[in-house]
């Protein structure tokens, strides 16, 4: 019954199959804001796709990913599973995961697969039937559950190229957050090298299509009306 969602760039496909019609796109780039302010921009919203990990695990790069613990933001999201999941697909031709990883957490995968392994579901109750859900029920879902995943019990997590600053350096006041330095993590870059979490533009797996809101076709104007004011 909502007028209006924001989607991550994996779901747009499908909501444009379900008559759905974009409206605006996120916009990330702070240090350019001129597409922002004229009618018709021809610069789109963009961000990176990163691997994360801890740079005290010196022995990972994207060259030696089999067999390592993982963390997604979902099956299906951009940054955190499509991206990531197809280039070792093109390297490998091996479409089973389960079988590359040993253990995940990817949240809307079976629960009891190996893709399910390190998700935690919702730890403030544990009768609660959460886990590996594909919402913020499980503590572990989008890219913030993503990087505490990373944190707490992966090698490496996928998620886009802000969610190290916006969950490190006093940003997020959470347990689990609120001690944790953005130097204390690296990039994994896809020719074997690893780089600081700053130089995201140059080491990442690939720039894709903002977040976008999309609505109903005959509530477009009012939309755009509302978000514009």
Known sequence: DADAVTVDGG???????????????EYYDKA????????????RGTYFAVAVVKKSNKNISW??????KTC????????????????IVNKTGNCDMSTFFSQS???????DSKLCQLCIGNPKNSLEKSKCLPNDKEAYYGYAG???????????????????????????PADWAKNLKSEDFELLCPDGSRAPVDQYKECNLAEVPAHAVITRPER???VVRILSN
């Open 11 to 25: 779901y747009m496909y499908t909501a444009g199959e379900c008559g759905l019609v974009p409206v605006m796109s």
């Open 32 to 43: 350019n804001m001129r597409p922002c302010q004229v009618s018709k921009p021809q610069k």
């Open 63 to 68: 060259l030696n990913l089999k067999g390592k």
């Open 72 to 87: 997604h933001t979902a099956v299906g999201r951009t940054a955190g599973w499509n991206v990531p999941v197809g280039l």
């Open 105 to 111: 957490c990817a949240p809307g995968s079976d629960v």
């Open 146 to 172: 993503a990087f505490r995943c990373l944190v707490e019990k992966g090698d490496v997590g996928f998620v886009k190229h802000f969610t190290v600053f916006e969950n490190t350096d006093g940003k997020n």
């Open 220 to 222: 477009r104007n009012d």
